[in-house]
């Protein structure tokens, strides 16, 4: 038991990534943490020895979550508080502090679907097959909200508005007989 307590003290800080990615603020993802643990120490005899910790404990998360806002019925758009994303401390210059901001102000427009695919994939470095396990949604689905997601993401971070596509720079053409004459 006091191993399976260890792994579960070591998926802390995934966790309360997460947490803030559902939540949108330190205090909720948190508090979503401390359910989210104290569900899984009552359901520990249910954890599969072999599986993935930290996917068992996501699903239990985002299944609380949803729960949660099922009740409430504020299922919607979180704002994202933009310190709760900081991975850890480093020395930072200002270049990267601005990168930073703008690209945590930027995901809090997304949808949060969107968002919670690309903290799943991108930050928590799970596959799409994990990611579609987490959030009960199909493979292709994942994919697709995926490249919305970074699309719309650099999009916004380049200025572009949702209208506007993102076009590739286009690779200089070889002259043709056409153009020649």
């Known amino acids: 038991m006091s191993q399976n307590l260890d792994d579960l003290v070591a ?59 099922r009740k409430s019925r504020r299922f919607g758009l979180v704002p ?28 809090a427009r997304l949808k949060p679907e969107y968002r919670e695919l690309l903290v799943l994939v991108g930050l928590e470095g799970m596959s799409y097959q994990q990611a579609a396990a987490i959030t009960g949604v199909p493979l292709g689905t994942v994919r697709s909200r995926l490249f919305r997601a970074r699309n719309l993401l650099l999009g ?17 053409r070889a002259p043709t007989e056409d153009r020649l004459s």
């Open 80 to 107: 994202l508080d933009a310190a709760a994303l900081e991975v850890g401390p480093r020395p930072a210059d200002q270049l990267d502090r601005l990168v930073h901001r703008d690209l945590v102000t930027q995901m």
């Open 156 to 172: 916004q971070l380049e200025g572009r508005t949702a209208a506007e596509p993102h076009r590739a720079a286009e690779p200089p």
């Open 11 to 69: 998926e802390i800080a995934p966790l309360r990534r997460y947490g803030r990615s559902l939540a949108g603020s330190r205090a909720a993802a948190d508090d979503l943490v401390q359910d989210t643990l104290e569900r899984a120490i009552q359901k520990i005899h249910l954890f599969q020895p072999g599986t993935k910790l930290r996917l068992w404990l996501f699903t239990i998360m985002r299944n609380i979550f949803l729960d949660h806002y």
